[in-house]
């Protein structure tokens, strides 16, 4: 790559402009903007998490704490071992306090106060946003500039205005599409800038492990490696008709991505279908309490989001994940729409039961069937159901962004 970080060539095509903005660590950044004595210390920040406590899972590390072996959605209990709070090692003299760490738990109220203002910027930026999660939106931003245009000065100066505006990082990828400019924000994280121009696509995709092409998650991964698919590369040049036999229609969709074809347009998000959080071990583990935990941190979380986006839920639900990768997912319909964060933990822990005994190695809790206070109702997408049922769906679609933070999605 050049060392103005813009690969070589221009389209003389009429090409979109497609800007994908990832904010970094962004829970973590949140939290030092409030309390600026975290910045440089390694920090976590728990979903489920209460102060002084053990329970709950990592919602986002900084790059700090991740140094210390920390992992996102992994339990608290475990980030403890690894790194203790600095408050316990002042007072353990068997403890280093220059290896602890600081814990705070998820406030979404203030994390969504501080991405409104990112957001502001961004929508005074680009005609067309697409607001993927709390952290993280495509802009199409043809419409103002080109490929003719210096799109390293319009990509710099998002970043310093949110910078200097809203007092986070952003890492940012232009590229001709959204999965290109998704993959380009992430390759340089934190605070990166690249821009791929479009006769480049395919080869700033070739090297690229297979997993970051977009919509391959690490089951399809596990697969594509057993067919000695091991980069983007690889996969862009697969026998098609391979593909299709294996994977059917998406593995002709991943296999257009690997070689740079994308052609989904940036359009705004409507309401959601489902909501939920998932959350994965890092090992597989058949300890009860640790599955019970990351459960009720997940169910939480799941609820707390509802009741912010002002909707009402029929259809609770889990999913499980058993090695080698077995998904698993279990729902129960209500006699009509809740809101309801109990009855969330108590109906997502009951359905858990079933997998009491198993190794899992990943946990999803979701609502669905949703209902809006304005009277809209969300199309479903048949995960609801009204029996448990069981499938082999390699589901891909949870996000997680390259700094380890969970964002809510969908389980299809």
Same mark, same amino acid.
């Given at each position: 790559?050049?060392?103005?970080?813009?690969?070589?060539?221009?389209?003389?095509?009429?090409?979109?402009?497609?800007?994908?903005?990832?904010?970094?660590?962004?829970?973590?950044?949140?939290?030092?903007?409030?309390?600026?004595?975290?910045?440089?210390?390694?920090?976590?920040?728990?979903?489920?998490?209460?102060?002084?406590?053990?329970?709950?899972?990592?919602?986002?590390? #900084?790059?700090?704490?991740?140094?210390?072996?920390?992992?996102?959605?992994?339990?608290?209990?475990?980030?403890?071992?690894?790194?203790?709070?600095?408050?316990?090692?002042?007072?353990?003299?068997?403890?280093?306090?220059?290896?602890? *760490?600081?814990?705070?738990?998820?406030?979404?109220?203030?994390?969504?106060?501080?991405?409104?203002?990112?957001?502001?910027?961004?929508?005074?930026?680009?005609?067309?946003?697409?607001?993927?999660?709390?952290?993280e939106a495509y802009l199409d931003v043809t419409d103002r500039l080109s490929w003719d245009s210096d799109l390293r000065t319009f990509g710099q100066r998002l970043?310093?205005?949110?910078?200097?505006?809203?007092?986070?990082?952003?890492?940012?990828?232009?590229?001709?599409?959204?999965?290109?400019?998704?993959?380009? #924000?992430d390759h340089d994280k934190p605070d990166g800038l690249v821009v791929v121009e479009p006769d480049d696509v395919r080869e700033f995709m070739a090297p690229l492990?297979?997993?970051?092409?977009?919509?391959?998650?690490?089951?399809?991964?596990?697969?594509?490696?057993?067919?000695?698919?091991?980069?983007?590369?690889?996969?862009? *040049?697969?026998?098609?008709?391979?593909?299709?036999?294996?994977?059917?229609?998406?593995?002709?969709?991943?296999?257009?991505?690997?070689?740079?074809?994308?052609d989904r347009p940036v359009e705004p998000k409507g309401k959601p279908k489902s909501l939920n959080r998932e959350s994965a071990f890092t090992e597989a583990t058949?300890?009860?309490?640790?599955?019970?935990?990351?459960?009720?941190?997940?169910?939480?979380?799941?609820?707390?989001?509802?009741?912010?986006? *002002?909707?009402?839920?029929?259809?609770?639900?889990?999913?499980?994940?058993?090695?080698?990768?077995?998904?698993?997912?279990?729902?129960?319909?209500?006699?009509?729409?809740?809101?309801?964060?109990?009855?969330?933990?108590?109906?997502?822990?009951?359905?858990?039961?079933?997998?009491?005994?198993?190794?899992?190695?990943?946990?999803?809790?979701?609502?669905?069937?949703?209902?809006?206070?304005? *009277?809209?109702?969300?199309?479903?997408?048949?995960?609801?159901?009204?029996?448990?049922?069981?499938?082999?769906?390699?589901?891909?679609?949870?996000?997680?962004?390259?700094?380890?933070?969970?964002?809510?999605?969908?389980?299809?």
């Open positions: 790559m050049p060392r103005d970080g813009t690969l070589p060539g221009v389209s003389d095509d009429a090409e979109r402009v497609v800007c994908h903005v990832d904010m970094d660590c962004f829970y973590a950044a949140c939290e030092r903007l409030r309390e600026p004595a975290l910045r440089g210390e390694p920090l976590v920040v728990g979903m489920g998490y209460e102060p002084g406590e053990s329970h709950g899972a990592v919602a986002t590390a #900084s790059y700090e704490a991740r140094e210390f072996g920390v992992e996102s959605a992994e339990a608290i209990s475990e980030a403890l071992k690894v790194l203790p709070r600095k408050v316990e090692a002042a007072k353990d003299p068997d403890l280093d306090v220059t290896e602890a *760490g600081f814990y705070r738990p998820v406030d979404l109220d203030y994390y969504e106060s501080v991405a409104a203002e990112v957001k502001e910027i961004l929508h005074s930026e680009a005609d067309t946003v697409r607001e993927v999660s709390i952290d970043r310093t205005r949110i910078d200097e505006e809203v007092g986070v990082t952003a890492s940012v990828g232009i590229a001709p599409s959204m999965s290109a400019a998704k993959i380009a #924000s492990a297979v997993e970051e092409v977009h919509g391959v998650g690490p089951v399809t991964a596990s697969e594509f490696r057993e067919m000695g698919i091991e980069t983007a590369g690889d996969l862009a *040049g697969a026998d098609p008709t391979e593909l299709r036999e294996r994977f059917g229609e998406r593995g002709l969709e991943v296999h257009r991505y690997a070689r740079g074809e994308d058949a300890d009860a309490e640790q599955k019970r935990e990351r459960v009720t941190a997940l169910a939480a979380d799941v609820a707390e989001r509802a009741s912010r986006e *002002g909707a009402l839920y029929q259809t609770i639900g889990i999913k499980v994940v058993t090695p080698p990768f077995d998904v698993h997912t279990r729902a129960r319909s209500l006699p009509g729409p809740v809101e309801d964060a109990d009855l969330v933990e108590e109906v997502a822990l009951d359905l858990l039961k079933e997998f009491a005994d198993e190794r899992v190695r990943k946990l999803g809790v979701r609502v669905s069937k949703l209902q809006f206070t304005d *009277g809209q109702q969300a199309s479903l997408d048949g995960f609801d159901e009204t029996a448990p049922t069981t499938t082999d769906e390699d589901s891909e679609s949870t996000r997680s962004d390259s700094d380890g933070q969970q964002s809510l999605g969908d389980f299809t």
